[in-house]
């Protein structure tokens, strides 16, 4: 079921918010044959780019999952930049290819906002990785 409509990807993009690329269907990329993975990922990004009438630049790892394979079909694709699930802050000369992100979606009330853009967030964000309870890839 998709989480937005046709028209309401299109109006994401004409108030200038960029729309990315996630496979046809949510597989983990990293135990995908060859093929699958360039379905996945390149079948996607057309489908996107033809509905949409403009090319699309960044793409999110379905549930973070990547490796060194997958990272070459997504950048082979024609992307220039690919999100991990991972939410750390993104430094000068990093991998674009890999890249963490902060978690924003429609549970995120106004307050974890507030709380995910402070000076705590990734403290706590290490914390956790530290203690086991939020896994890295």
């Known amino acids: 079921l998709p989480v937005m409509t046709w028209d ?12 990315g690329g996630h ?3 949510h597989a983990d990329l990293t135990q995908c044959s060859d093929r699958d993975l360039e379905r996945e990922v390149v079948d996607s990004k057309k489908e996107l780019e033809d509905r949409l009438g ?10 973070g999952r990547w490796d060194a ?3 070459e079909a997504v950048a082979k694709a024609g992307y220039q930049a690919a999100v ?15 890249l963490g ?3 924003m979606d429609r549970k995120s009330g106004q307050g974890r906002h507030g709380f995910v853009l402070s000076r705590w ?5 290490r914390a956790k990785v530290f203690l086991g309870r939020m896994p890295r890839d």
């Open 8 to 19: 309401q990807l299109n109006e994401w993009r004409q108030a200038g918010m960029d729309v």
């Open 23 to 25: 496979t046809l269907t």
């Open 54 to 63: 403009t090319p699309l630049r960044y793409f999110a790892y379905p549930k």
């Open 69 to 71: 394979r997958v990272r």
């Open 84 to 98: 991990t699930v991972f939410p750390e802050p993104v430094k000068p000369g990093a991998d674009p290819f890999s």
């Open 101 to 103: 992100r902060l978690p």
């Open 121 to 125: 967030y990734f403290p706590y964000v």
